[in-house]
């Protein structure tokens, strides 16, 4: 069974960066990956996903141009690179992941596209 563990939260003032990690216990060319986000009484949202090739991603409007999600299969581990922070990006962000072996370039953002989760890592972005 897959398993998720994240790493590379923390906090950081509005403008700064941070790079979360995200290691699978299997072999992540396997299956889609993406990155999710929530804040305390509200739903929670994909950011960025990622397909099992790493050819094709998918992004949150309100962080494009700013996070950039990859893959390294070679290590099993889903990164997000996170650049020009806002206070509003402030939230539990959370790994997923869905086997998927024959998937062609889909990177869903739903959550509900995704199986197995990883406990989470607090990103604080201060003003």
């Known amino acids: 069974q897959m398993q998720l563990v994240e790493s590379g939260g923390g906090s950081v003032q509005a403008g700064g960066s941070l790079r979360l990690s995200c290691a699978a216990s299997?072999?992540?060319?396997?299956?889609?990956m993406a990155w999710f986000r929530q804040v305390a009484g509200k739903e929670r949202e994909g950011v960025a996903a990622?397909?099992?090739?790493?050819?094709?991603?998918r992004y949150l409007d309100s962080v494009k141009g700013r996070f950039t999600i990859s893959k390294d299969t070679a290590k099993n581990t889903l990164y997000l690179q996170m650049n020009s922070l806002r206070p509003q990006d402030t939230a539990i962000y959370y790994c997923?992941?869905?086997?998927?072996?024959?998937?062609?370039?889909?990177?869903?953002?739903?959550?509900?596209?995704?199986?197995?989760w990883g406990q989470g890592t607090q990103v604080t972005v201060s003003s």
């Open positions: 997923a992941a869905k086997y998927a072996p024959r998937d062609i370039n889909f990177a869903p953002l739903e959550s509900t596209d995704y199986d197995y």
């Open positions: 299997l072999f992540a060319s396997n299956y889609r």
């Open positions: 990622i397909d099992r090739r790493g050819t094709t991603t």
